[in-house]
Every structure is written in structure tokens, then in C-alpha cells.
């Protein structure tokens, strides 16, 4: 068998096992079905509840899950399942800004140091290094305070303190890519910087940093949901994950379920985006 034909084979080999991997893991299509679930409540809410989620309910407050409330209702009388299906909107949204904010920022900082390299390198990965030495919660605060308080600004904050764990991935992978044979060839064939940067070095220095985000998104819903039951992110009366477990709080010895189920809600939208960015980055096992 020639070099050619081998390779073709352990390419087929690799493509029939991931397809594989995709069919015998229900843990996998799960957690999709769970993120998309999650994604069509923040579009389309009205598809799972008609109760308004701000509108409380005469002679409702505090009532057990039943068949007409599934999930029970709050303190107000409001149901609880519909602020949940609507707090989706705020987390979810919330959350991606922050992810993106992360994921361009610091992929720019880091392709820029591990492409360019001397000077440049050094100067942006010390300050990353500063970044990353203040923990992310406290830099998120430090953020708030500054802009004040809010969704928009809580999102902000996240996406400023997770700028420095994407330069420093990026920065990495395109140090090991630019390291490749094949991008010394682009360059030994007359490659300019950039040309050999957008063609050779970027798609295929980015497929760990997108899984990554996939994994950062379940640890922003964890920090804004955190920074709303400190009462630093969405103001009430409008639902949040953070928020309804922060108002539940006070009513765990008689109504359990006004903290249960939305901490419940935020723990599967977090195992779900780990689960979707180990198969992202290949690590199915």
C-alpha cells in the first residue's frame, strides 16, 4: 500500500469512527437537544408557557408544582416555569455577548503575539498574565463597579475578564501552527505575513479555541447567573436564572422549588455546553 492510499484510509477510518462516536453517544444528542431547547425559549417563549412572567396571580403565591402550575409559583404569584422559559432570553443573550467578546478580543491578542512574536509577544502575554492573575470574579466586579450595574454592563464584565484565557489558548496554538512544516514551505515559497497567516496558520489554529467558547459559554451563564444573585446583573422585576435563584433564597424551608428548578436549569445548560465542546474539540470517548 502506497503513502497516498494509506492515508486515505486512516482519513476514512477517522471519518466512519467520529460518525460512530456521533450515533452510540446519547449523552451527546442530549446535550444539543438541551441547548437548542434552551435557544428556541429565548426566541420564541410563547411556544412553552402563556403566563407572563412579571404578573403575578391573585390567591397563587408560593403554590406547589401542579398540573396547572408545573414548576409552582413564586412569592408574587407569578409561575414560575414561565419565568424561567423567559429568563432564557436575558442568560442566553447575555452570555453569548460575552463569549464574543471574549473570543475576538482575545484571539486577536493572542494570534497577534504568537504570530508576530520579540517584543510584541512579551509585552501582550505579560499583560495577559497580569489579566490572569486576578480572579475572574473579582475582575468582573471590579468591571461592574466601574460601569455600573445592568445586563449590558454584567456581560461586559464577563467578557473582559475571559479576554486573557483566549489570548493565552490562541496564543499557543498559533506558536505551535507557525511551527508546522507545511507554514515553513508557505513561507520558503515566497508567502507574505499575512497571506500565510489568513491561508495556513489561523484555520488551523482555531478549532481548539472554538471549542473553548463552547466551554466558556456554560462558564459565563456560572458567572452572570453568580453576579445576578449578588444583585449586580439584571435589576428584577424581569427574569434571570441568577435572579430567581437569588429571590428563592429566602423561601427554601417552604418552597424549595423557587431555587431548585432554575439551579437545575443553569447546571444542564452547563454540562451541556462541556459536553458539546469536548466534541468540538474531538475528545470523544
Do not use: C
Not at 7 to 16: E, G, K, L, Q, Y
Not at 142 to 164: D, K, N, R
Not at 195 to 216: D, E, G, K
Not at 220 to 238: K, V
Amino acid at each position: 500500500m502506497s503513502l497516498v492510499d494509506y492515508a486515505s484510509a486512516r482519513h476514512r477510518a477517522n471519518a466512519t469512527r467520529k460518525t460512530h462516536n456521533w450515533r452510540i453517544q446519547p449523552g451527546l444528542w442530549l446535550a444539543w437537544a438541551v441547548m437548542l431547547l434552551a435557544l428556541l425559549a429565548a426566541f420564541a417563549p410563547g411556544l412553552f408557557t402563556h403566563y407572563n412572567p412579571t404578573q403575578g396571580i391573585p390567591g397563587a403565591q408560593r403554590l406547589a408544582p401542579q398540573a396547572a402550575y408545573w414548576l409552582g409559583t413564586d412569592q408574587l404569584g407569578r409561575d414560575l416555569f414561565a419565568r424561567i422559559i423567559y429568563g432564557a432570553s436575558q442568560s442566553l443573550a447575555a452570555a453569548f455577548a460575552a463569549v464574543a467578546m471574549g473570543l475576538i478580543g482575545g484571539t486577536a491578542l493572542g494570534v497577534l503575539a504568537g504570530a508576530v512574536g520579540g517584543r510584541t509577544e512579551n509585552t501582550l502575554m505579560r499583560l495577559v498574565d497580569v489579566l490572569l492573575s486576578i480572579p475572574s470574579l473579582l475582575l468582573s466586579l471590579s468591571v461592574l463597579i466601574l460601569l455600573g450595574f445592568g445586563t449590558v454592563h454584567a456581560a461586559l464584565a464577563v467578557g473582559i475578564a475571559s479576554i486573557a484565557s483566549f489570548a493565552r489558548l490562541a496564543r499557543g496554538e498559533v506558536v505551535r501552527v507557525r511551527r508546522s512544516e507545511y507554514v515553513e514551505a508557505a513561507y520558503g515559497s515566497g508567502g507574505r505575513f499575512w497571506q500565510v497567516l489568513w491561508r495556513h496558520i489561523l484555520p488551523n489554529s482555531l478549532t481548539a479555541v472554538i471549542a473553548f467558547a463552547a466551554l466558556q459559554f456554560g462558564q459565563a451563564i456560572l458567572a452572570l447567573s453568580t453576579l445576578s444573585f449578588l444583585g449586580y446583573g439584571t435589576p428584577p422585576p424581569t427574569p434571570e436564572w441568577g435572579l430567581l435563584i437569588a429571590e428563592g433564597r429566602n423561601y427554601l424551608a417552604t418552597a424549595w422549588w423557587l431555587t431548585t428548578f432554575p439551579g437545575i436549569v443553569v447546571v444542564a445548560i452547563v454540562l451541556s455546553a462541556n459536553r458539546i465542546s469536548q466534541q468540538i474539540a474531538g475528545g470523544d470517548a
